[in-house]
Nanobody, 122 residues
Framework: VQLQASGGGLVQPGGSLRLACAASGFTLEHYAIAWFRQAPGKEREGVSCISRSDGATYYQEDVAGRFTVSRDVAKDTVYLQMNNLKPEDTAVYYC????????????????WGQGTQVTVSS
């Protein structure tokens, strides 16, 4: 059972990236999928989540209106579209899974991907 996050890279301020979270060994469709990020010297923080039960989405206040989380059931992949990126968005981004509904804290998630680096810099 493994998650894999991909799509990170180097982008200029104001640019966009789309992260993808895929799984091996289980089907993402049955899980709530969250995105967390961790910048150097900082704690891991929740960014966004999409629930399994009703498809509800949640966003951290700092990214609301700029980031969009979505699920492609056919591809069994969850995406995080990040627009108007800012230098403070620079971090390693992780996807995480738990059964059915989103939760607030990282310890509540059962499966984690390895992370993908996002760097926003001119």
């Amino acid at each position: 059972v493994q998650l894999q996050a991909s799509g990170g890279g180097l982008v200029q301020p104001g640019g966009s990236l789309r992260l993808a979270c895929a799984a091996s060994g289980f089907t993402l469709e049955h899980y709530a999928i969250a995105w967390f990020r961790q910048a150097p010297g900082k704690e891991r923080e929740g960014v966004s989540c999409i629930s399994r039960s009703d498809g509800a989405t949640y966003y951290q206040e700092d990214v609301a209106g700029r980031f969009t989380v979505s699920r492609d059931v056919a591809k069994d992949t969850v995406y995080l579209q990040m627009n108007n990126l800012k230098p403070e968005d620079t971090a390693v981004y992780y996807c995480a899974a738990r059964v059915l509904v989103c939760a607030l804290w990282a310890y509540e998630y059962d499966y984690w991907g390895q992370g993908t680096q996002v760097t926003v810099s001119s």
